[in-house]
C-alpha cells in the first residue's frame, strides 16, 4: 500500500440526477466510454463493443446469482425488524445484516415475512447467525426481495427481478449484482463468440460490503469487506493460455478482477483456486492476470474507484469522470459503461 493514498484523492463531484434509477431500456444499449491505451477518451455505445475487441481476447465473467436476499419481519416481542442475508453459510444458516430499533439477543427468534421463525444463534462482528427453518435459498426464493442498492430509491419490482440480473447467472449467493455484467444480453455474446473472442467465468459472491462507505482518511488504514471467490481449473487455463498467446485477459466487473487476481496470488497447483478475498486493489498494485476491464462508474470514495485508478492511473480515471459527468452518463448499478485498456509501457 502506498502510505501517500489517501481518501479525498479518491472524490468527485456526482449530480443527483445521474444517479440511473432504472437499467437501459435493453441490456445493451447504454453508452460506453472508452479509455484507451494512449489515455484517450472515446464517447461509444455498448453496442459497439465487439469493434473494440479482437479475436484471441479472452472475456472473464462473474456467474454470480442475486439472492433475493431481503426480508421484512419482527421481533417475537412485536418490534419490527428488517433482514440482509449476507452469506450462506449452511443449508438452513446464514449470516445477516439485522436492522432494528434494538439488536436480537442470541437464542431470540425473528417472524420473517409473516411466514416463517428464525433462530438468532449468534453474531460474528456486524453480522448476525441466523437459523432457519427450512432451505435458506428456497425461502429467501419465495418470501425475499431482490436487494438493490441504497441509491436507487424505489423498492424492487418485478422488472428488478430480471434486470438486476445477468442473463449468465447460475452460482446463487451474491446480494449484489456484478453489474458491467448487466449490459450483456446473448446476441451480444453471440456476436463476441463469432468474432474468436472466448469467455470464462469466475465466482465472486457480492456482498453487502461493497457499498460500505471507507471510514479512514489514510487508506492503510481501511480494513476490507472478505467476499468468498472460486475460480475453476479450465479459467486458470484460460488466462494462461491467452497470455502466453499474446491475447488479452479482459474482466467484466471489478468482482472478476478481484477473483482473477486473488486467485493469481494463490498457490498454481493444478485445481479450483477459492477463498474469502480481502484484496484491496489501489494505485501501484501490479496486476498479474488482468489486461483491461469493462466496469461501470462507481461511487466516490470507493474501493472500486481506488480498483480502477489502479489500473488505468488516477489522472485518466480522473479525467474521465469529468468527462462522465459533463456528458451526462448515467452512473452506478443500472448506469452506462467504461471500456478500461491498461496504460501502453
Known amino acids: 500500500m502506498n502510505p501517500s493514498l489517501h481518501l479525498s484523492q479518491f472524490d468527485y463531484e456526482l449530480p443527483q440526477e445521474l444517479i440511473a434509477q432504472t437499467p437501459a431500456e435493453q441490456r445493451a444499449g447504454s453508452r460506453l ?11 461509444r455505445h455498448f453496442i459497439d463493443l465487439p469493434k473494440l475487441l479482437r479475436s484471441g481476447d479472452l472475456l472473464v465473467f ?8 431481503r426480508l421484512m419481519g419482527r421481533k417475537e416481542s412485536g418490534g419490527k425488524v428488517e433482514v440482509l442475508v449476507e452469506r450462506i453459510t449452511g443449508a438452513t444458516t446464514a449470516l445477516a445484516h439485522v436492522k432494528a430499533s434494538k439488536s436480537p439477543k442470541p437464542a431470540s427468534k425473528l417472524v420473517l415475512a409473516e411466514q416463517f421463525t428464525v433462530d438468532v444463534l449468534g453474531r460474528q462482528g456486524e453480522l448476525f447467525e441466523l437459523a432457519f427453518p427450512s ?12 436487494p438493490l442498492p441504497p441509491y436507487i ?7 428488478d427481478d430480471e434486470r438486476y440480473q445477468t442473463v449468465y447467472a447460475r452460482e446463487p449467493g451474491a446480494v449484489a449484482a456484478p453489474t458491467a455484467g448487466l449490459h450483456f444480453d446473448q446476441p451480444m455474446l453471440d456476436r463476441l463468440s463469432a468474432l474468436g473472442v472466448a469467455r470464462a ?9 461493497t457499498f460500505q462507505p471507507v471510514r479512514t482518511e489514510n487508506l492503510s488504514e481501511h480494513i476490507m469487506h ?4 472460486s475460480v475453476p481449473p479450465e479459467t486458470v487455463e484460460l488466462v494462461r493460455a491467452t497470455r502466453a498467446a499474446g491475447g488479452r485477459v479482459i474482466a467484466v466487473g471489478t468482482t472478476s478482477v478481484r477473483a482473477l487476481e486473488s486467485a493469481a496470488r494463490q498457490d498454481p497447483a493444478p485445481g479450483r483456486l477459492e477463498g474469502d478475498t480481502r484484496l484491496f486493489i489501489t494505485p501501484g498494485y501490479e496486476f498479474a492476470w488482468v489486461d483491461a476491464l469493462i466496469t461501470n462508474f462507481h461511487l466516490p470514495q470507493s474501493t472500486l474507484l481506488m480498483l480502477v485508478s489502479a489500473l488505468a492511473g ?15 452518463y ?16
Not at 462473474?62 to 436476499?69: C, E, G, S, Y
Not at 430509491?153 to 422488472?159: D, P, S
Not at 448515467?330 to 501502453?344: L, N, V
Open 201 to 209: 467465468f469466475v465466482t465472486l459472491h457480492v456482498g453487502a460490503g
Open 314 to 328: 488516477m489522472e485518466p480515471i480522473r479525467r474521465a469522470y469529468e468527462h462522465a459527468v459533463q456528458s451526462r
Open 135 to 146: 432451505s435458506v435459498l428456497d425461502l429467501l426464493d419465495r418470501h425475499g426481495a431482490t
Open 153 to 159: 430509491e424505489h423498492a424492487a419490482e418485478q422488472e
Open 226 to 229: 472478505a467476499e468468498r471467490y
Open 330 to 345: 448515467r452512473f452506478f448499478s443500472y448506469g452506462d459503461a467504461m471500456f478500461i485498456e491498461t496504460p501502453k509501457q
Open 62 to 69: 462473474n456467474d454470480t446469482r442475486v439472492i433475493k436476499a
Open 33 to 43: 466510454l472508452h479509455l484507451d491505451a494512449q489515455g484517450a477518451l472515446h464517447d
